[in-house]
Nanobody, 124 residues
Framework: QVQLVESGGGLVQAGDSLRLSCAAS????????MGWFRQAPGKEREFVAG????????DYADTVKGRFTISRENAKSTVNLQMNRLSPEDTAVYYC?????????????????WGQGTQVTVSS
């Protein structure tokens, strides 16, 4: 199985940018469709962005489209999430997830493996 570790979270101000990274180990990253999810206090975990195994297709939640960009470097076993124009509504714990399927799932139960999460806090 694959192990996932997120990094790059932190405290920023509204309008700032952050770049999250997800490092994979244990299995070849190219075997997995990857996703980023987030969970704010008192809310359910929600889909943020996803990318296919080869990186040829991506998908985004409407709330982040045009501001966030997901990318992957299979040779480096990393998946990144570039987040621009952050707002307080983006405050959440961000999770990296992996699935052996071919389509980009938008529900948490479509992903088999999860990282421990990284906190992103955006102040107004």
């Amino acid at each position: 199985q694959v192990q996932l570790v997120e990094s790059g979270g932190g405290l920023v101000q509204a309008g700032d940018s952050l770049r999250l990274s997800c490092a994979a180990s244990g299995r070849t990253l190219s075997m997995y469709t990857m996703g980023w999810f987030r969970q704010a206090p008192g809310k359910e975990r929600e889909f943020v962005a996803g990318i296919t195994k080869s990186g040829d297709m991506t998908d985004y939640a409407d709330t982040v489209k045009g501001r966030f960009t997901i990318s992957r470097e299979n040779a480096k076993s990393t998946v990144n999430l570039q987040m621009n124009r952050l707002s307080p509504e983006d405050t959440a714990v961000y999770y990296c997830a992996a699935d052996r399927g071919f389509r980009i799932g938008v529900w948490p139960n479509e992903y088999e493996y999860w990282g421990q999460g990284t906190q992103v806090t955006v102040s107004s």
